[in-house]
């Protein structure tokens, strides 16, 4: 057994490395197509120039400094080694000069990994439990009302969603504020310092906070991850182990949870490694809706100050956070379906 241990553990670790080999060139692709694209934006320094808030040789430096006066090529390589060595150069804040561009992400990432991942983690667990009460009661009215809201919520675009939500939010504090509970839901983020108090207030608080676009983010991907599940289990149901084990005489929850359900989990691995991406992208407008300042509000700004450096650090941060999401999912077939080797 111990040698059977092993050898699956080094089977795990060559894959693990293959990939990551695999990945490396793909990012560097990446970046180089995103750094072309971001450079044809415009002109980070445009609007000095325009309002004339600077002088020529202000802007001048501020364009050496920032590389902005070197070629393409060089640009480019200098960008990738000093992002490579931790330096992702700097970015333009109207008002407030230079800042790093690697300060800024690391600022704004955590606000917006606990939101992402915290919404991925219950859309998937909300939309597993759903489907799979789908497929067991199939044609009932549960299923016939989850299949209802799934398609609603396919047809909805996020934006429409948040704004609904967000107004659903004002108004239930209105009731609760004329109840003398005050207003607990909050359609603003939370602060760059972050609540205080003791436990059970910023708990509270938190709460409040994370609630809406939590709730904005889980209804759009609960939709897919409840009907996959659906479809997988009334497959898995179907086949012929399903049936060998309740012949068998064994307890119906034993079959459904670790014949069935361990089963039908497979794509949903594959879909949730697909889904952060779709999670990530949604933050951008459910930030926007909601004034959180974390990378999706940073991203907007980025556009719209047309900041070449900053857009590169977030694309290339959360690519390598999407690609390390999938290998998670690959990784996770072995632990669903033990026929799956990794190493072959």
Not at 276 to 304: K, M
């Amino acid at each position: 057994m111990l040698n059977r241990l092993h050898r699956g553990g080094a089977g795990v670790f060559v894959y693990v490395c293959r990939r990551i080999l695999v990945t490396i060139p793909l990012l560097m692709a990446a970046s180089f197509l995103a750094f072309g694209l971001t450079t044809m934006m415009g002109d980070p320094l445009g609007e000095w120039k325009l309002a004339k808030a600077r002088t020529p040789s202000e802007i001048a430096a501020v364009e050496q400094r920032i590389g902005l006066d070197r070629p393409f090529l060089e640009r480019y390589g200098d960008w990738a080694g000093g992002f490579v060595r931790g330096d992702w150069g700097t970015t333009v804040v109207p008002g407030n000069g230079t800042v790093d561009v690697r300060a800024e992400i690391m600022r704004a990432a955590p606000v917006s990994m606990r939101l992402v991942l915290g919404a991925e983690v219950l859309a998937i667990v909300v939309g597993v439990a759903v489907g799979m009460v789908g497929a067991l009661r199939q044609y009932s009215i549960v299923d016939y009302a989850a299949t209802g809201t799934a398609f609603v919520m396919f047809s909805m675009p996020l934006f429409c969603v948040a704004v609904m939500i967000k107004y659903a939010g004002i108004r239930l504090n209105d009731v609760l504020e004329s109840a003398g509970l005050g207003r607990w839901l909050r359609t603003a983020g939370p602060p760059n310092g972050g609540f205080h108090g003791d436990l059970a207030d910023r708990l509270y608080q938190y709460s409040g906070s994370y609630l809406l676009p939590t709730l904005c983010l889980v209804a759009i991907q609960f939709a897919a991850y409840s009907r996959f599940q659906r479809a997988a289990m009334l497959e898995v149901l179907g086949s012929d182990y399903v049936r060998t084990a309740q012949a068998k005489g064994l307890s119906q929850s034993r079959v459904m949870l670790r014949h069935a359900l361990r089963n039908a989990l497979i794509p949903i691995a594959t879909l949730s490694a697909l889904g952060i991406g779709t999670t990530i992208s949604g933050g951008v407008i459910v930030e926007s809706v909601f004034g959180w300042q974390g990378i999706g509000r940073l991203t907007v700004d980025a556009v719209y100050d047309r900041e070449p450096y900053l857009i590169l650090a977030i694309m290339v941060v959360i690519g390598v956070f999407v690609l390390a999401c999938n290998l998670l999912a690959d990784l996770g077939y072995a632990v669903l379906d033990p026929r799956i080797r990794l190493a072959s």
